[in-house]
């Protein structure tokens, strides 16, 4: 019995993932269904700012696939000629609610975008714009909705779309612009309160999946990006508030 768990152990595949900050509890629960039927696979996820994996995966970190909160970081990856098959594939359409905890004040459910001009609010949290897809998106809908030259003095800059979230959780900001996905995820759908923000109020946040050209694993990377992918996932992907691409052929 101890020589065949050492042999298994031995065959074990490893997979490494450098993924967008958003993408974590929706991703977290498709490792935990990928390895409860792919018992011989062990996926490990880094979380972060897209921007940050983007300029550390052109060095060549040791990563296997990238999930970006973005399709361009994506698609430079690819052009570069730094992906295993010169393939993007969008796994997500990400959306942007405004967040507030629950305690407070603030009523952005029926006030909308408007809150944020409240005399109550000191600091707003978003993802820093530079680095974070998400926070590009939260710059551009509070210019279409017309109050970002009112704010832009009270903007406190996370590295990635989940210290924003910490900041507006912890008390730090008053309110904040996150994920739609975090907003639905345990623990802040217990500690807050929030307002989708209209989707044309910003381009679609489509998010896009590349394997890496020097990883070791290519079959067991292609097999987690294709589960990822399909109809199987699709209902975790939508319980966390993503849109679904509309083809899953390679885009572009």
């Not at 065949?4 to 993924?19: D, F, I, Q, R, Y």
């Not at 609610?97 to 629950?102: F, G, I, M």
């Not at 309110?175 to 802040?188: C, K, V």
Request: hydrophobic letters at 45%; proline letters at 5%; charged letters at 15%.
């Amino acid at each position: 019995m101890l020589a065949l768990s050492v042999g298994m152990s031995a065959h074990a595949a490893e997979l490494t993932v450098a993924a967008a900050a958003n993408f974590k509890y929706a991703l977290d629960e498709l490792v935990t269904l990928y390895e409860a039927n792919h018992p011989d696979t062990r996926v490990h996820v880094t979380y972060g700012s897209s921007g940050t994996f983007y300029a550390q995966l052109q060095s060549k970190a040791p990563f296997d696939l990238f999930f970006s909160a973005d399709m361009d970081y994506a698609w430079r990856l690819a052009d570069a000629g730094l992906t295993l098959d010169g393939k993007v594939f969008t796994y997500a359409i990400g959306h942007l609610v405004v967040w507030v905890r629950k305690e407070s004040p603030l009523q952005p459910e029926t006030q909308g975008m408007k809150v944020l001009l409240a005399p109550e609010v000191q600091k707003i949290a978003i993802a820093n714009p530079e680095l974070a897809p998400y926070g590009a998106a939260s710059v551009a809908a509070m210019k279409t909705l017309k109050v970002y030259d009112q704010v832009k003095a009270k903007l406190v800059l996370g590295e990635n779309i989940a210290q924003t979230a910490q900041f507006v959780q912890s008390g730090a900001a008053d309110a904040g612009l996150i994920a739609t996905s975090q907003a639905l995820a345990a623990p802040m759908s217990d500690t807050g309160r929030y307002w989708e923000v209209p989707v044309d109020a910003y381009s679609p946040v489509e998010q896009g999946v590349v394997i890496l050209g020097w990883t070791k694993n290519a079959a067991v990377s292609k097999a987690f990006r294709d589960f990822v992918l399909s109809a199987q996932s699709a209902e975790i992907l939508q319980r966390y508030g993503y849109g679904l691409p509309m083809t899953q052929v390679p885009a572009k």
